[in-house]
């Protein structure tokens, strides 16, 4: 399934389930944070920022019903969810910003790449925590795996 046709459906699923003013108060602190004249670098480093650190986000902890994992409208709520879950919500906000993330579809797990105009790096997100790789394009070097507040792990 394209990308788009994933970023799609969720935003279908999204208009169902989940309360307006979640999804809506999200996409707004986003903007309010995010200045649109930041390179695409900085906007999804700070992206990161407020969805794992400043609003909580992260992966379920302990035993949990599994609906309350991949259930959007308990993901909102509960700021834990599975890495397709996160990654979903994730996803929806960035298209929102336009932002350049697409999800990277494994078998049994999903990652996020981002691929910012004003940088030579490819980055792999963590849907889980927010950690980065990321990695140069061939002719650059790997700068190695970063968390969204900065710093080298």
Request: net charge negative.
């Amino acid at each position: 399934m394209a990308w788009s046709s994933f970023l799609n459906r969720s935003a279908t699923i999204f208009r169902r389930v989940l309360s307006r003013k979640s999804c809506s108060d999200c996409c707004a602190l986003a903007q309010e944070e995010i200045a649109p004249s930041w390179d695409q670098e900085r906007q999804i480093e700070r992206l990161l920022e407020l969805f794992y650190d400043e609003w909580g986000f992260g992966a379920s902890q302990g035993v949990y019903r599994l609906s309350d994992a991949l259930w959007l409208d308990k993901v909102l709520v509960n700021r834990q969810g599975s890495a397709v879950s996160l990654g979903a919500i994730l996803l929806w906000i960035a298209q929102r910003l336009a932002l350049p993330v697409v999800p990277v579809i494994f078998p049994t797990q999903m990652l996020l790449r981002a691929d910012p105009e004003t940088s030579e790096e490819m980055w792999l997100i963590n849907p889980f925590n927010g950690e980065t790789l990321r990695r140069a394009y061939p002719g650059g070097m790997a700068e190695g795996q970063h968390r969204a507040g900065g710093g080298t792990v």
